[in-house]
C-alpha cells in the first residue's frame, strides 16, 4: 500500500487531534479519547499511533475484543516497534488470550535494542500479600505488562529462558517451579 503524503494542513490537524487524544486519555476521558482517536483515523489511517492508543481507550473503556482489533492494525503498520508489541501483549492479556499476549511480549524483548532496560521483572508473593496490587499499580503504565498469574507466569519464564533474556532470581531459573 503506497503512503500518500500528508499535507502541511493535515499535518498540523493530525497533531492536533492526537495532543488532545492523548490529553483525554491521560485525563481518563476516554469516551472524548475515542472521539478524538475516531477522527484521527479518518485523517491519517496510516499512523500505527492512532491504533495504538485507540486501542488502550478501548482496554479502559471496557471494549477489549475491539482494542485487539486496533492493535493488530497497529503491529500491521509497525511490526517493529516495541512499545506497540507490549502494549499488545497488555491488551491480549486483558482478555485472556495468553499465547498472543506471550508472542507480542517475546518479539517485544526481541526487537528492543540492547541495553534498552526492557527486562522482566517478577513480582511473586504469597496469597494476600498484596503483590496483585502491586502488579496492578506497577502496570498502569503503559509500557508495563503484567501476565497474571502463576500458569502464564511459569509459560514466560521458559520463553524468557529460551530467548536468552537475562533476568536474576534468587534461587535461579526454575525457582517459580519448586
Do not use: W
Amino acid at each position: 500500500m503506497k503512503k500518500t503524503p500528508l499535507t502541511n494542513t493535515r499535518q498540523q490537524q493530525t497533531k492536533l487531534l492526537f495532543g488532545q487524544a492523548k490529553a483525554a486519555y491521560k485525563a481518563r476521558e476516554y469516551v472524548r479519547a475515542l472521539d478524538f482517536c475516531q477522527q484521527l483515523e479518518s485523517v491519517n489511517t496510516e499512523d500505527p499511533g492512532v491504533y495504538n492508543l485507540k486501542a488502550l481507550v478501548l482496554v479502559q473503556l471496557g471494549k477489549p475484543e475491539d482494542a485487539a482489533q486496533a492493535i493488530e492494525k497497529s503491529v500491521d503498520l509497525k511490526p517493529s516497534d516495541p512499545k506497540i508489541r507490549s502494549n499488545a501483549a497488555y491488551i491480549y492479556d486483558s482478555i485472556l488470550r495468553y499465547e498472543m499476549a506471550i508472542r507480542h511480549a517475546e518479539k517485544a524483548c526481541e526487537i528492543s535494542p540492547k541495553n534498552s532496560g526492557l527486562e522482566p521483572v517478577f513480582i511473586v508473593g504469597m496469597p494476600r500479600s498484596g503483590s496483585s496490587l502491586c502488579e496492578q499499580v506497577l502496570t498502569t503504565n503503559s509500557t508495563a505488562y503484567g501476565c497474571g498469574e502463576l500458569a502464564t507466569m511459569l509459560q514466560l519464564e521458559q520463553r524468557f529462558i529460551n530467548l536468552g533474556v537475562n533476568y536474576y532470581l534468587r534461587s535461579g531459573p526454575g525457582a517459580l517451579t519448586e
